[in-house]
């Protein structure tokens, strides 16, 4: 039933895309920057923000949940008709490495986030001695991971790495997985 659901939003070719990560790790200044809005007022999300954008053709409902400890119990209330999901790692932050591969870990589990796809983005990559894309991967236990398709991609979103590929493989799993014609 899940996927005739995604099935019919693609049909208007529509993606509910929720971007979670642990607190700073950047996931408001990639949204600002996808968007071309200003990188330098950003502060910590209390609750969501919504944007949406229009990206090969597709209008993308991009979530972006504030990942502070205190809000992540509320998360699960933005599960509901996922196509995708954004986790966010801060490539820097190796103290938290243990923190964020088991709250990705749980939200594998979760039962509404099944069928979506998962973009892991390590972002901070332009910061001299970040973790390398091997040790996010290694760290995460990603190689582990058989419930969702998934990738790993370097970002930045200071200067806008990869930010537009990491969209593009977004839409092409969900065109892949999902849309039949």
């Known amino acids: 039933m899940l996927s005739i659901l995604r099935k019919a ?19 408001t200044t ?35 949940v504030g990942g502070q400890k205190t809000l992540r119990s509320y998360w699960r209330n933005y599960f509901e008709k996922t196509d995708a999901l954004i986790w966010v790692v801060d490539a820097t932050d190796r103290l938290r490495m243990d ?6 870990a749980g939200l594998l589990l979760e039962e509404r986030l099944m069928g979506a796809s998962l973009l892991v983005l390590a972002n901070k990559v332009d910061v001299v001695g970040c973790m390398n894309e091997g040790e996010i991967r290694e760290r ?26 990491g969209l593009s493989w977004v839409v092409q799993d969900a065109k892949d997985r999902l849309f039949l014609y």
């Open 140 to 165: 995460l236990q990603l190689d582990a991971i058989r419930t969702h398709n998934w990738t790993i991609l370097r970002c930045s979103a200071l200067d806008g790495l990869n930010l537009r590929e």
């Open 9 to 27: 939003r693609l049909k208007d070719k529509e993606l509910r895309v929720l971007m979670l990560g642990l607190d700073n790790a950047g996931k």
């Open 99 to 104: 923190d964020c591969r088991e709250e990705l």
């Open 30 to 64: 990639i949204v600002k920057r996808i968007m071309g809005e200003d990188i330098n007022t950003v502060s910590p999300t209390l609750g969501f923000i919504i944007k949406t954008i229009d990206f090969d053709g597709y209008k993308l409902n991009i979530w972006d």
